[in-house]
């Protein structure tokens, strides 16, 4: 028989009390993501890229998304109702938010639409594609990873502090790094060299380039590679391919480069990359039949190789194969997709 106090009413601890909680987080991110067809409750904009592309979002998920849309929305902690503990919690990130927003070109008074009364913020240095993604992660949960965007999306998570999703991306691109895709991959991190994240990838595409270097340096896509990535390649000096095979990737490179920019001769094209490749290794029959006819090689680099192959006792300084060059870079289609969740 149930206990009861003298009131008549059951005794604290009694069935009565006993409660049992319920959650729904599939329902909650199913819910979520159905924002982007919904941008009447769009309360920010972003115009993202160099074009200046609109992507809406909700304020109040951003925010308590990430710490750097946090301090974007809402400079001034106190007036957005964050406690005492949340603040010096914040506190211990203030550098990686300092980071972010030096590469934030935020407009100084975010422009504000009188109709939505929407902010709106500027984001230069992501794509639209990639920050799309961010958005669909942040709103919803989970986003789609492909090649074509996991570069420009791992660039995103480093500007917005979103170290899930950045070890996600992180993970999903470590499986992407393939000899079909390097090329193509190098192009992507070159865009976003000013992120911490990028640079780290960047050197793990170089050395993966560089330990495969003749099937890679064979590929139409080396071609499009930019003169500083090519540069960066052709002067590791763990480069697994032979002096005269970076000879003709290069002069393949500037072969493609010409095409483009039909102002430009041959020589000039690879005068950069000549002093990456120790011609004192190439034979010197290719020397005197080949490299010397092009003409795109200085006469004194190639008398001193052939000097020092005759007499190595005879040339001051010895040319080193693959001098290590230290260069900041200026600033593929695939189909295959995986979803992911957090």
Known sequence: MEARGADG?????????????????AGLARDLSQLSSMPQLYDVYFTVGKAGTCIGGVKAILAMRSRVFFKMFYPNPDHAGRTASTNQSAQSKTQVIKHAFMLLKKEVSPKRDQKTDASTFHVGDLEPLAFSRLMEFLHGGSCDLDARTAVGLLAATDYFAIDDLQAAVLSFLETRITIELACYLLSEAEKYIQFKK?????????EFTAKNACEILRLPAFCSLSRSVVRLILSRGDFNASEWDKFKAAQAWGVAYCR????????????????????????AVLLMQNVRKLDVVPPHVIMEALAYQADPTSVASTPERGTNIRQTTDALDTREERSYKG
């Open 260 to 283: 483009k920019n039909k102002e430009t001769s041959l020589k000039e094209a690879l005068e950069p990359l000549v002093e990456c490749i120790a011609f004192n290794e190439v034979p």
């Open 198 to 206: 990028i640079k780290a990838l960047l050197s793990r595409l170089l």
């Open 9 to 25: 009413t059951p005794d604290k601890g009694s069935k009565l009390d006993a409660s049992r909680k319920h959650d729904n987080p």
